[in-house]
């Protein structure tokens, strides 16, 4: 470990997480390649370019607000010449996998919790070394690796991890790694810490924590367990006893199956027609039967829905939806989108300027778990597994190499990427030459 010092057995924690936290991803992401905005304030667009997702720090300090729409933000990005891209998830995802790949190779355990975060359970290495030290090891690999800043936060419980971490980011003096398994540092902390920044807390429910006198973490922390059970509930009593340093949560070793798999996209721009919608939901159903075979499941149910948009008073409102129960499970795209054809057909309507449709697949069993009934004459598709597996294999290089002809129909409703960076790491024509 090189400059990890050894610690005395006197230090030695019983317990210990470690929360890593990408600064800035998307916005990093986007800087990785392009060395000329290291300095510049940039932003990162929701679909369709609409709203401000992700923001540099030079951003947040022109006094950017998430989720800012970029139409009302116009004079601000060009009087600063504020950067903006549109989302661009193929590399996000990627560089998010480097950097999960490489706090593997360095910790006993890890948990990925979202895009750009990931638990750590470091009580064997909280043991043998220096948590600070190690801390800054971490966060000096991944940047070495993979270009991307961290912040590491350290503590007995993940709750006190996750505001350890905002400790490392809020507080510059800390070098981004903060160790919470004193708890003399748990308290001085959390007693200047706003409740609403405690993990699962959130604003609206510090609200109701604020009309009883809970305005900071340290004052939830020491609050009656059973009144913020009876008040609330026992997640939060949980979350209350978590801040006491009393472990709750557990690794995930395995991530839990989804219980149902939506994939669904506001419009570039509103479409009547029903060759268009049904061009979308094709995609949104051919999508979502890969995520079911990843997960490794098939689905009974299968929900679809479009909508006008709500917020445009001047256009006719309608919306509406639509689930069938299949006979069998499936994970056959070849009948899930015979079946949402069908359904988008049923419930579209003439005369309304769409701007919101997608699928929704529910209802999941293990191949081959689901009972037939005995008169059921259900055929399968011969040799359907395989040709899904093709099909899957030969798209997971780039997404669409093989594709339904019904997915290639009217392409009014497609997402606005006017500003999407090049796919630096998946794509070969994109990979930068050197010069």
Not at 245 to 274: A, H, N, W, Y
Not at 393 to 401: M, R
């Amino acid at each position: 470990m090189g400059c990890v010092k050894p610690i005395t057995a006197a230090q030695k924690p019983a317990r210990c997480f470690a929360l890593i936290d990408c600064n800035n991803f998307y916005a990093s992401c986007e800087r990785l390649f392009r060395p000329d905005l290291k300095f510049k304030p940039l932003i990162v667009a929701s679909n369709n370019d609409g709203c401000a997702v992700a923001r540099s720090a030079e951003a947040k300090a022109l006094g950017i607000k998430m989720g800012a729409p970029i139409f009302k933000i116009q004079d601000l990005i060009r009087q600063h010449d504020v950067q903006v891209f549109s989302s661009n998830y193929a590399l996000y995802a990627d560089i998010s996998n480097r950097v999960m790949t490489t706090l593997e190779s360095m910790v006993p355990q890890l948990e990925v919790y979202s895009i750009d975060e990931a638990f750590a359970d470091l009580t064997g290495v909280a043991s043998a070394v220096s948590l600070t030290d190690f801390g800054h090891e971490l966060r000096d690999k991944v940047e070495r690796w993979v270009g991307i800043r961290t912040c590491v936060g350290m503590a007995p419980t993940k709750t006190l991890a996750k505001l350890a971490n905002y400790g490392a980011k809020k507080y510059p003096k800390t070098g981004g790694v903060v160790d919470l398994t004193s708890q003399a540092r748990q308290r001085k902390l959390m007693a200047i810490t706003p409740v609403d920044e405690v993990w699962g807390v959130g604003r609206k429910l510090s609200k109701r924590l604020n009309t009883m006198g809970i305005e900071t973490a340290l004052q939830l922390a020491d609050a009656d367990l059973k009144t913020i059970r009876k008040a609330f509930s026992v997640v939060l009593e949980r979350t209350a006893r978590e801040l006491r340093g009393e472990s709750c949560l557990s690794m995930q070793d395995v991530t839990p199956t989804k219980q149902q798999i939506v994939v669904s996209r506001s419009f570039g721009s509103p479409v009547e027609g029903l060759d268009s919608i049904q061009s979308a939901v094709a995609t949104f159903i051919v999508r979502a039967a890969e995520k079911l075979r990843y997960e490794g499941q098939s689905a009974k149910q299968a929900t679809v829905f479009m909508r006008t948009n709500p917020f445009n008073t001047s256009d006719a409102q309608y919306s509406n939806s639509v689930t069938y129960e299949l006979p069998v499970p499936t994970q056959d795209t070849r009948e899930l989108l015979t079946l949402a054809q069908a359904l988008c057909a049923r419930i579209y309507r003439p005369g309304f300027r769409y701007t919101k449709a997608g699928v929704m697949l529910s209802d999941f069993y293990q191949p081959g778990v689901f009972q037939t009934s005995l008169f059921d004459v259900h055929e399968p598709k011969p040799k359907s597994k395989a040709l899904m597996a093709v099909l899957d294999n030969l798209n997971k290089t780039k997404t669409g190499t093989l594709y339904f002809a019904s997915q290639h129909g009217k392409t009014d409703w497609h997402m606005k990427r006017e500003r999407l960076s090049p796919a630096y790491t998946t794509r070969w024509s994109d990979i930068p030459k050197a010069r």
